[in-house]
T-cell receptor, first 113, second 116 residues
Framework: EAEVAQSPRYKITEKSQAVAFWCDPI?????LYWYRQILGQGPELLVQ????????DSQLPKDRFSAERLKGVDSTLKIQPAELGDSAMYLC???????????FGPGTRLTVL | AQKVTQAQTEISVVEKEDVTLDCVYE???????LFWYKQPPSGELVFLIR??????QNEISGRYSWNFQKSTSSFNFTITASQVVDSAVYFC?????????????FGKGTKLSVKP
């Protein structure tokens, strides 16, 4: 069964360091989402891609976060520099244009010390 | 604005009990979809159901059932004869931009603990 892949699963870093997360969506899914989930809360959108184009990055802290999906397939989310408040679960999801169920990857749990 | 409210923060039941998770939503759209996801301790969000606002029929899938009432803007989820494996956080969600596409707006989730 097709799945959304994410790596790494866990990341511990010190504040002011750079971190990067990778996501490979389900094959053929044009839409890719990055969500951030703080403990005890629901996921919140950081950025949405349609193929290689950004559709919505209104909630992305652009002074330190960046995201790209160069070939419209896999995607990378970067934080530089990381801050203590960035500790959270980072979830990637993808959906097809035809059916809008979003399928989520296992997430990357980030801890900033 | 789009909003999802899950008033129950945590629920604890004993195995084989029935349990209902509440979801109330606000939307600016006349047609929309609603979703439920399950998040077990491993962290991955698992898709459970998508419901179109056109269809107010209740849906049943095994021990799971969903009650959609447009008049009260509610989309409640019932687990019949709960099992320990049902222990997870459950999220209700709707698309931010209406219709079927766009990012999801999630409630804060209800943590369900099923004890043996």
């Amino acid at each position: 069964e097709a799945e959304v892949a994410q790596s790494p699963r866990y990341k511990i870093t010190e504040k002011s360091q750079a971190v990067a997360f990778w996501c490979d969506p389900i094959s053929g899914h044009a839409t890719l989402y990055w969500y951030r989930q703080i403990l005890g809360q629901g996921p919140e959108l950081l950025v949405q891609f349609q193929d290689e184009s950004v559709v919505d990055d209104s909630q992305l802290p652009k002074d330190r976060f960046s995201a790209e999906r160069l070939k419209g397939v896999d995607s990378t989310l970067k934080i530089q520099p990381a801050e203590l408040g960035d500790s959270a679960m980072y979830l990637c999801a993808s959906s097809s244009l035809q059916y809008n169920e979003q399928f989520f990857g296992p997430g990357t749990r980030l801890t900033v010390l | 604005a789009q909003k999802v409210t899950q008033a129950q923060t945590e629920i604890s039941v004993v195995e084989k009990e029935d349990v209902t998770l509440d979801c109330v939503y606000e939307t600016r759209d006349t047609t929309y979809y609603l979703f439920w996801y399950k998040q077990p301790p491993s962290g991955e969000l698992v898709f459970l159901i998508r419901r179109n606002s056109f269809d107010e029929q209740n849906e049943i899938s095994g021990r799971y059932s969903w009650n959609f009432q447009k008049s009260t803007s509610s989309f409640n989820f019932t687990i019949t004869a709960s099992q320990v494996v049902d222990s997870a956080v459950y999220f209700c969600a709707l698309p931010n931009y209406g219709g079927s596409q766009g990012n999801l707006i999630f409630g804060k989730g209800t943590k369900l603990s099923v004890k043996p």
